[in-house]
């Protein structure tokens, strides 16, 4: 899934923001996971301009270039209602938590994962984006 860009919200104002220090207007994004959070909303999980944080961005902010799904998603709904499609092994109840603490299974799978999902990414982008924008 890859997404572009268009507008950055600030999340305590909801006000527009010309800049960001995680995302750029007119760039364009893998979708790393979706996920819909009771009282959040739909929230795309997407590397942050540094490359190294995977951030949670409200969906309002991108417009869909490509909706293909990852083959490595699953769909995991936990019992608050949140529904999120990503690979299996970041779906377990406190991954996010052990990666970001930086625990070494949590980011091997994490790094294992986004490198399948950016490689399917790529080879749609390459193949049929370009021609899309002619």
Not at 42 to 50: C, E, G, I, P, T
Not at 101 to 111: G, H, I, N, S, T
Not at 117 to 122: K, L, M, R, S, T
Request: hydrophobic share 40%; proline share 4%; aromatic share 10%.
């Amino acid at each position: 899934m890859i997404v572009e860009c268009v507008k950055i919200i600030d999340k305590v104002s909801g006000e527009l923001q010309k800049t960001s220090h995680w995302l750029t207007i007119g760039k364009r994004y893998t979708v790393l996971t979706v996920g819909n959070h009771a009282g959040r909303g739909l929230l795309f999980r997407v590397m942050s301009d540094d490359g190294f944080t995977p951030i949670v961005a409200d969906w309002h902010e991108f417009k869909v270039l490509s909706s293909r799904l990852p083959s490595t998603w699953v769909g995991s709904l936990d019992n608050n209602g949140d529904l999120m499609l990503a690979p299996n092994a970041w779906t377990r109840p406190g991954f996010w938590e052990d990666y970001f603490d930086r625990e070494p299974e949590a980011m091997k799978q994490f790094d294992q994962a986004r490198q399948v999902i950016e490689a399917e990414a790529g080879e749609f982008e390459e193949a049929i984006l370009p021609r899309m924008q002619s």
